[in-house]
């Protein structure tokens, strides 16, 4: 859904942050390599310093993509992690409380128990999208709510809307990660979220060659404070990092589409395979999530999670069995990726009230030939 008024996400994407260069005309926004810049007086406001504080190219990603997420402002980070812990520190303290889904990405997970909470900031997991539920787990302390839609690795729908106005009832604020469905497919601001985070790594650069993270947002007392943060703590993407970034979102409705087309067939084809056991996909008419996705996004994604019929030890085996689904971890790249979340990028959960099942696998669904795709993963389970 796309509610930003003004040219449309394709040609924003292309143009926003990106006018041809005014002294030699190049229509490619330069890569600037350059750490230090002239200033003409001493005391004086140069737009650049020093690049660390600013760079022309990580302007030039930071003004594309607040046009994308129809934010005030945007930040760029060198990881979603950094991003992550940028948007934590703005908005919670020592003595807050805040609320993470049952099925948080793992990484986020370690971020707050191990980072986080050590300072004095408490956290509980709980099923976002029941509200009572997350009334249940409210305190007086509860300062944010983070969520995840859909979700990493289960592909849970959290109804943005809703959630946000339950949290600003209670003088809260809600974060809303979009790296899985990207601005394309849903716009979480114009749904009354607070602030947007995303892995930049995974679509919105969308080749597996770029680390990135992004902080979107309105409020201006809030992007000051992480526009300090990322000064101050210098976890910022370098020139080519931007350049590779941006370039990627260029692509970003394009492949996005192919993306949802693709994994709409791979999950109609393992929800009625034998040897399948759940298919999580919220396109699915059966996912129960289903109609808030439908109703919140312009798509459904290009993520799309099974369990194995068989148990553990059949998803191990039919994860290594795959010739175009490459056994790795991250997503969002042009290439099909195939993991096993239990043993791979929720491990971390491994011994916790959080562990994923075992049986489950996730697929990051490329842009490849559909039926050269289908005919991977029949081999792979059936072998």
Not at 126 to 141: C, T
Not at 227 to 248: E, K, S
Not at 340 to 352: E, I, N, Y
Request: with cysteine.
């Amino acid at each position: 859904m796309d509610t930003t008024p003004g040219p449309a996400f394709e040609t924003r994407a292309i143009h926003a942050g990106q006018d041809p260069d005014p002294v030699t005309g190049s229509v490619v926004p330069a890569v600037h390599l350059a750490t230090t810049f002239r200033q003409p007086t001493v005391g004086g406001e140069p737009k650049y310093e020093y690049a660390r504080s600013g760079n022309p190219s990580r302007a030039s990603l930071e003004e594309q993509m607040a046009s994308l997420e129809g934010a005030g402002y945007a930040y760029a980070f060198a990881s979603g992690l950094a991003a992550e812990d940028a948007a934590l520190r703005a908005l919670v303290s020592p003595g807050d409380h805040l609320i993470l889904p049952l099925d948080a990405y793992g990484g986020t997970f370690r971020l707050v128990e191990s980072v986080h909470a050590p300072t004095g900031i408490a956290a509980t997991t709980v099923d976002i999208g029941d509200l009572h539920a997350l009334d249940a787990a409210w305190r007086d302390e509860t300062r944010l709510v983070w969520v995840e839609t859909p979700s990493n690795p289960s592909l849970s729908i959290i109804d943005i809307a809703a959630t946000a106005a339950f949290v600003h009832g209670r003088q809260a604020r809600l974060v809303v990660d979009n790296t899985f469905a990207t601005p394309y497919l849903q716009s979480p601001l114009a749904l009354g979220a607070d602030v947007v985070v995303h892995s930049s790594t995974k679509y919105l650069g969308g080749h597996s060659d770029v680390v990135g993270g992004l902080v979107a947002l309105d409020d201006h007392d809030t992007a000051a404070r992480i526009a300090f943060l990322q000064n101050a703590t210098g976890a910022v993407p370098g020139p080519w990092d931007c350049f590779l970034i941006q370039r990627g979102v260029k692509t970003l409705a394009l492949r996005m589409e192919r993306h949802c087309a693709n994994a709409g067939a791979v999950a109609a084809f393992l929800e009625s395979h034998d040897k399948v056991g759940t298919t999580y996909y919220p396109g699915l008419d059966t996912h129960p999530g289903h109609a808030v996705a439908e109703r919140q996004m312009r798509g459904y994604g290009g993520i799309v999670s099974f369990t194995h019929a068989g148990g553990e030890a059949d998803a191990l085996a039919m994860v290594a069995r795959t010739r175009l689904f490459t056994l790795a971890e991250s997503l969002g790249a042009v290439e099909s990726l195939i993991e096993h979340p239990g043993r791979m990028t929720h491990a971390v959960l491994a011994q916790s009230a959080l562990a994923v099942d075992p049986s489950l696998v996730r697929l990051s669904v490329g842009i490849e030939n559909i039926d050269d795709l289908l005919t991977d993963l029949d081999q792979a389970l059936r072998s």
